[in-house]
């Protein structure tokens, strides 16, 4: 697949029949056993039931573990315990609205060819991460979409393949970005996708004039302590010092960057140790106590990447922004 054969447009998604399934069966399961135990033991059929649906607290229990131990060798500001149970229980919130909603039954809506073309302004490139579509941008295409912004996204599949193959999914929505205004767009990441975005950078000659920024949101642009534990190629590609980050850096040796502004969290609970997310020469913006994917939606992140697209579009001259 090329950049001059990109794929059909948002027709499926494979991610979002998987999550189907999952929130789907999940909630078979539970009602089956809360029918199975109600009668004779009514106590255990809702904490049986409450668990099966709420079992994924526990695993991001398990993850704020690991990144608190994790974190202590790094140097941003520990969490204190009230935080960490704070930052905790936003993951707990936020989850089910993205992987058993947004992402599953609602991925498709809102979509990018609906979006009228608004010559002169600045259009956005919504890049998702690792094991996400471009239902996880919904807030972001609603904000966008109130303040008569233009924008394109991605659905980054295969889901588990290599970084590198979605090179041309990004390429595309460039393109289409750009076509909508007739100027360099802004690309906004969330998680693998900024990696996905500098493979695309290193990937395509001329690709940093092509766009007037980029900015990243808990994006291990120096790898993962919790790749460790993945066996998925985009995964494994993740490692911290892995062959796969080395190898990017050396493809972006002595070629033009865009300006990068990076969000990083001392409670994120999938990137850590937390200035993983940090990138050299970048504009790096530590936003304390917020986790992984509610740093996607946190008002400050929202509220500055706005404000960068009105900055941007206020001189069309200007490439980068405060």
């Known amino acids: 697949m090329s950049p001059s054969n990109p794929p059909a447009l948002h027709r ?44 994924y607290a526990l695993v991001l229990a398990l993850q704020f ?32 609205r993205v992987f058993s909603w947004r992402q599953p039954f609602r991925w498709h809506a809102l979509p990018d060819a609906d979006v009228p073309p608004a010559p002169g302004r600045v259009a956005v490139v919504l890049v998702h991460g690792f094991v996400c579509n471009r239902g996880l941008w919904l807030p972001w295409m609603r904000a966008l979409r109130q303040r008569g912004l233009p924008y394109t996204s991605v659905n980054l599949e295969p889901v ?17 970005a750009q076509a909508l205004t007739g100027r360099p767009p802004l690309l906004v990441c969330h998680s693998m996708g900024g990696l996905a975005a500098r493979a695309w950078l290193a990937a395509t000659p001329g690709a940093a004039d092509r766009v007037c920024g980029v900015v990243t949101i808990g994006t291990p642009h120096q790898g993962t302590w919790l790749a460790h534990l993945s066996h998925t190629a985009n995964g494994r590609q ?17 070629r033009a960057r865009p300006p990068f502004v990076c969000w990083y969290s001392n409670a994120d609970n999938i990137v850590f140790p937390a200035t993983t997310a940090t990138l050299a020469g970048a504009d790096n913006r530590l936003l304390p106590g917020v986790p992984h994917v509610a740093m996607a939606f946190h008002p400050r992140v929202m509220g500055e990447s706005l404000a960068m697209l009105a900055s941007a579009g206020s001189s069309p001259s200007e490439r980068t922004a405060a």
């Open 12 to 55: 499926a998604s494979a991610l979002a029949r998987l999550q189907q399934g999952m929130a789907l069966s999940s909630l078979v399961c539970a009602g089956l056993w809360l029918r199975w135990w109600w009668r004779d033991a009514p106590t255990l059929a809702v904490v049986g039931a409450a668990a099966i649906v709420m079992g």
């Open 65 to 96: 573990a690991l990144m608190a131990r994790v974190n202590r060798q790094d140097t941003v500001p520990p969490l204190r315990p009230g935080e960490l149970l704070r930052a905790w229980w936003a993951e707990v919130r936020v989850a089910p």
């Open 160 to 176: 588990f393949g290599s970084i590198d193959g979605y090179v041309p999914l990004i390429d595309d929505a460039v393109r289409r």
């Open 238 to 254: 993740m490692r911290i010092d892995g062959a796969w980050l080395q190898a990017l850096r050396a493809r972006e040796a002595g």
